[in-house]
């Protein structure tokens, strides 16, 4: 199968949250199976979507949560590429950064399709949260080996 729908992770700060990839391979397989697949958007088409989530350390200049922005074209690998910046700081709040990074990546799977798909409301995404496996989410290994992390350029 093709995946359709994926999620990688960038962050060039020397304190970057050291969670498994396994987050990534998760998300991606709920969205296929209670967004993509019941709504039947993105699986047949001939692109893909890409979420890059890249963690960076707040400044001044820095906007508050989540921010998804417009989408680049990578054409010739038929990828649209959305950015989405989260502040590393967030992550780290209440010494919870797995529960954390889980709540975030739910959140950026949210603001995505609410804003780009009109059939998905705010009602699905939020019953939608309660089909989180928290118990198998918080049972990967944190902080995960630098190989299990799998950030963009490892």
């Known amino acids: 199968m093709i995946k359709q729908f994926l999620i990688k992770k960038v962050s060039t700060e020397a304190d970057r949250p050291p969670y498994s990839h396994k987050v990534e391979e998760y998300f991606e397989a709920f969205v296929h199976n ?4 019941p709504s039947n958007i993105i699986l047949n088409g001939k692109w893909k979507i890409l979420l890059s989530i890249m963690i960076f350390r707040k400044d001044d200049n820095s906007p508050a949560g989540v921010n998804i922005y417009e989408p680049s074209i990578v054409e010739e690998e038929m990828i649209k590429y959305y950015p989405v910046a989260i502040n590393i700081e967030d992550i780290y709040a209440n010494d919870n950064p797995l529960e954390n990074i889980v709540s ?5 799977i949210s603001l995505f399709f609410l804003s780009n798909y009109q ?4 009602e699905y995404m939020l019953d939608l949260k309660e089909k989180l496996d928290w118990e198998y989410l ?5 902080p995960a080996p ?9």
Do not use: A, M, R, W
């Open 104 to 108: 975030l990546y739910f959140q950026i």
């Open 119 to 122: 059939s998905i409301t705010n």
């Open 34 to 37: 209670y967004i993509l697949q």
């Open 146 to 154: 630098y190989p299990e992390q799998k950030y963009v350029g490892d």
């Open 138 to 142: 918080l049972s990967l290994p944190y």
